[in-house]
T-cell receptor, first 114, second 113 residues
Framework: DVKVTQSSRYLVKRTGEKVFLECVQDMDHENMFWYRQDPGLGLRLIYFSYDVKMKEKGDIPEGYSVSREKKERFSLILESASTNQTSMYLC?????????????FGQGTRLTVV | KNQVEQSPQSLIILEGKNCTLQCNYTVSPFSNLRWYKQDTGRGPVSLTIMTFSENTKSNGRYTATLDADTKQSSLHITASQLSDSASYICVVSAQSGAQKLVFGQGTRLTINP
């Protein structure tokens, strides 16, 4: 089974702190994604990466950055956390298969910024 | 603009009853459509996948349909169980060089005993 592991289930951080969310997958997938999930808004793509050291902005990249130094690890960085970044963060990975691509999700990190 | 809309936003039914969740999409070019189940506090897990040529796909008590002409999909749950209480998310994949997944907002289903 594919396993996508996020480093923390729950985090509480103060406004202005630098926050690192870590994600590791064990299936040698090329693609990795970071989403945030908010009530009424569904999942929104923050950043994705299709290879080591490659990254592309998603729909809501402002206030975030990412790092992918190794294929299995994709980190989301909040340079200066703000209260509007309180959310559920979901990491996913996938390998492109024509017509059948599936994203596998981690368990999520619920981040609260106070 | 690529969009996926789901209805209803929330649904409450009694255990043992059937229900149908709807998904309308405007994603082009279409690659496939998946229904995901997300338990509270967990990441989404894929239930079914539908490609352009498939009309119906079953996974146990879950049956998904796809009408590519009208760009509509449904997820039918038969003989609901308490463990079916979850959010169900419709996700449409666009057939492009870089993978593009478009998520619906989800339907929150509650099964009451």
């Amino acid at each position: 089974d594919v396993k996508v592991t996020q480093s923390s289930r729950y985090l509480v951080k103060r406004t202005g702190e630098k926050v690192f969310l870590e994600c590791v997958q064990d299936m040698d997938h090329e693609n990795m994604f970071w989403y945030r999930q908010d009530p009424g808004l569904g999942l929104r793509l923050i950043y994705f990466s299709y290879d080591v050291k490659m990254k592309e902005k998603g729909d809501i990249p402002e206030g975030y950055s990412v790092s992918r130094e190794k294929k299995e690890r994709f980190s989301l960085i909040l340079e200066s956390a703000s209260t509007n970044q309180t959310s559920m963060y979901l990491c996913a990975s996938s390998v492109p298969q024509v017509g059948r691509t599936e994203a596998f999700f981690g368990q999520g990190t619920r981040l609260t910024v106070v | 603009k690529n969009q996926v809309e789901q209805s209803p936003q929330s649904l409450i039914i009694l255990e043992g009853k059937n229900c149908t969740l709807q998904c309308n999409y405007t994603v082009s070019p279409f690659s496939n459509l998946r229904w995901y189940k997300q338990d509270t506090g967990r990441g989404p897990v894929s239930l079914t996948i539908m490609t352009f040529s498939e009309n119906t796909k079953s996974n146990g008590r879950y049956t998904a349909t796809l009408d590519a002409d009208t760009k509509q999909s449904s997820l039918h749950i038969t003989a609901s169980q308490l463990s079916d209480s979850a959010s169900y998310i419709c996700v449409v994949s666009a057939q492009s060089g870089a993978q593009k997944l478009v998520f619906g907002q989800g339907t929150r289903l509650t099964i009451n005993p």
